[in-house]
């Protein structure tokens, strides 16, 4: 029975080619299924950023404009814009909320250490609660200058 078994050159016709077919469509149809779902994924998050006006301050007690907005350019209502010190000093962290604008205004005090000729804030966002938005990047910091007086004449 085994060697009419092994002299049957029929085998079973067709079930590679059913087998053939069915991993094909499996294989398409789980790459489109991915592809939804990163594409999904991809959309639901969207990257803030902080402009800072100015960015280069000089030490001393002083309000910073900042504009947060989303990765098209549009103002983001709702974001908490946090400054806390960087290799310049203030006494804490600094927050405000964002209005309508995307605009907050924030008073720091910056000190600079002895023998230090500048220094940075770092300045970051907090994203409004519930929002599909996400700050993983750095964003600009302050530059704060000793010399301020020099730089902003020119």
Request: net charge negative; no cysteine.
């Amino acid at each position: 029975m085994l060697d009419t078994f092994r002299s049957d050159t029929r085998a079973i016709e067709g079930l590679p080619v059913r087998l053939v077919v069915a991993l094909v469509v499996g294989v398409a149809s789980m790459s489109v299924m991915l592809n939804m779902l990163s594409g999904v994924q991809g959309l639901a998050t969207s990257e803030l950023d902080v402009k800072p006006t100015p960015d280069v301050v000089g030490p001393g007690a002083q309000d910073l404009d900042f504009t947060v907005v989303d990765h098209e350019g549009n103002p983001v209502e709702g974001a908490t814009v946090i400054v806390k010190s960087g290799t310049a000093e203030i006494d804490g962290v600094a927050t405000e909320k964002t209005g309508g604008d995307g605009a907050a205004t924030v008073h720091v005090d910056a000190e600079l250490g002895a023998n230090r000729e500048d220094g940075t804030l770092v300045v970051d966002v907090k994203p409004p609660a519930g929002s599909s938005f996400v700050d993983r990047r750095e964003n600009t910091n302050v530059l704060v200058v000793q010399d301020w007086a020099r730089y902003s004449e020119s």
